[in-house]
């Protein structure tokens, strides 16, 4: 059981910039990949950004340009670096393992808000 533990959500003004925080309980390296995930009130949970283990990314075009992930491996921890913030990339961001093609999991969330 892989444990993700997400941090540094919060209010911010547009234009304004967070990072959030992805620790895990096991050795990403050893993973697929890591990605970010966002669910906004009334909306699907969707694909923010995914890194894999060969450190290939992808991001959703609304975030192109304006958000980062990138991993520290020795701190089992992915990151995400959100800048230009917008009122739309309000929404709950969930950090998803990869961790084998049986296996994947979850953590519990870190809300982000965006208004002035």
């Known amino acids: 059981q892989v444990q993700l533990v997400e941090s540094g959500g919060g209010l911010v003004q547009p234009g304004g910039s967070l990072r959030l925080s992805c620790a895990a309980s096991e050795n990403i390296f050893s993973f697929n990949g890591m990605g970010w995930y966002r669910q906004a009130p009334g909306k699907q949970r969707e694909l923010v950004a995914a890194?894999?283990?060969?450190?290939?990314?992808n991001y959703a075009d609304s975030v192109k340009g304006r958000f980062t992930i990138s991993r520290d491996n020795a701190k089992n921890t992915v990151y995400l670096q959100m800048n230009s913030l917008k009122p739309e990339d309000k929404a709950v961001y969930y950090c998803?393992?990869?961790?084998?093609?049986?296996?994947?999991?979850w953590g519990q969330g870190t809300q982000v808000t965006v208004s002035s």
């Open positions: 890194l894999t283990r060969g450190a290939n990314t």
């Open positions: 998803h393992a990869d961790v084998s093609p049986m296996y994947e999991y």
